[in-house]
């Protein structure tokens, strides 16, 4: 099995050319299946795993949130990118606390979000999401760890849709120490391409969230280097799901479970998986 350095090696190589998708598993389960489907690295989704947990988005303690990461890590060979929000913390001081406990887990990359869960405010002003930046950064370095650092400008996600601000906050969160940027819930083939331009040549991920024309041949052509996919896998297993039992709760059917997976190919899946050395 690869080393917790290697795996952080493997995945700072990723970002330095081409374009790879990197999904978002929410369990052992899932994050072994994807595995099995050749992807070269994986990144938790918070939304997937609150939704497993019974929790709504942004509700997990962070104790939970770094039990659910290691999980992940120790599921399969490949390296792990934490969707570590906001860093569950306000302060300066528990932040860089909290960025070192994730470390720890073993990820190889995090993200820091600059939303601040304040529906009357919902960003960081700038000058204060710089500094949560640097202090990230800064508490990363001190772990002697090669781990990427995600910033993220959420301004489309929270109902702030300014494109040139949302540049303004990347070129700003690079300065700061962001070896990756992020802005979710572009939708276009002209804001995905301005933002990469504008912050080359730092490398960008880009969110398929849902249902798109675009393809991964589409992004990389315009220069996107990562494709995650946030909660939208966990949301179509949970589409799945709810509509076979919405079936059999209001019309006594259970037609809706034909589109099961065979139970023969998951068991001969995580058959294979037994073999693997304890982590």
Known sequence: MPTLADRRRAFRKLHESGCFVI??????????YLAHLG????????????????????????????????????ATDLPVNADFERGYADSLDGLADNMRRC???????LSIEDATGNKEKPLYDLVEAVARLRVARAAIDRTGEDVLLVG???????????????????RAY????????????LKTRAQIAAVIEAVAPK?????????????????????????????ALARA??????????????????????????SAELNSLFRENLKRPPA
């Open 23 to 32: 999904p978002n598993p929410w369990d052992t389960g899932s994050a072994r």
């Open 39 to 74: 992807f070269k690295a994986l990144a938790s989704t918070s939304a997937g795993f609150a939704f497993s947990q019974g929790y709504p988005d942004r509700a997990v303690p962070v104790d939970k949130v770094l039990a659910h990461l290691r999980e992940l890590v120790a």
């Open 103 to 109: 470390v720890e887990t073993g990820v190889a990359g």
């Open 152 to 170: 993220r400008a959420e301004c489309f996600l929270v109902g702030q849709p300014d494109l040139d601000e949302t540049i303004r906050r990347l």
């Open 174 to 185: 690079a300065a700061a120490g962001a070896d990756v940027l992020y802005a979710p819930s």
């Open 203 to 231: 490398p960008v991920n880009v969110l398929m969230g849902g249902a798109s024309d675009l393809t991964v041949n589409d992004l990389a052509a315009l220069g996107a280097r990562r494709i995650s996919t946030g909660g």
């Open 237 to 262: 297993a949970w589409g799945g799901f709810t509509r076979a039992a919405k079936r059999i709760a209001d019309a006594g059917r259970f037609d809706g479970l034909a589109e099961g997976t065979p």
